[in-house]
């Protein structure tokens, strides 16, 4: 299989894991963030320098670092990057989608 197989590159919600090779993080990246969405990515490193790297590179709303599924009903803002989900929930980051900044000026 490769990154232009349909499950490879449809937001498929079941169990069902995709495993493409790559040759260095580079290529990783680039194969992951190669799709119109970005809901979640993993990373698995024993180098936190890296985790921070790949996690900062990945075009995914939420990027889990040595875990999968890992979700917060807390304060940590939850959604997805391109045309996964819509907005966020939890957080402050929620607020926006319920904001609509006006400004007015009044010359007295």
């Given at each position: 299989m490769d990154n232009t197989s349909r499950v490879a590159r449809d937001e498929i919600f079941g169990p069902i894991a995709v495993l493409l090779p790559f040759q260095d993080a580079e290529e990783a990246v680039r194969i992951a963030n190669d799709t119109v969405y970005g809901l979640a990515a993993a990373?698995?490193?024993?180098?936190?320098?890296?985790?921070?790297?790949?996690?900062?590179?990945?075009q995914a709303g939420t990027v889990?670092?040595?875990?999968?599924?890992?979700?917060?009903?807390?304060?940590?803002?939850?959604?997805?990057?391109?045309q996964s989900g819509i907005g966020r929930e939890h957080g402050t980051d929620v607020l926006d989608a319920y904001t609509e900044t006006k400004a007015v000026v009044v010359n007295l």
């Open positions: 990373v698995f490193t024993k180098d936190l320098s890296r985790a921070h790297t790949m996690a900062d590179r990945l889990w670092v040595n875990t999968v599924n890992q979700m917060s009903s807390g304060p940590l803002p939850f959604g997805g990057f391109k």
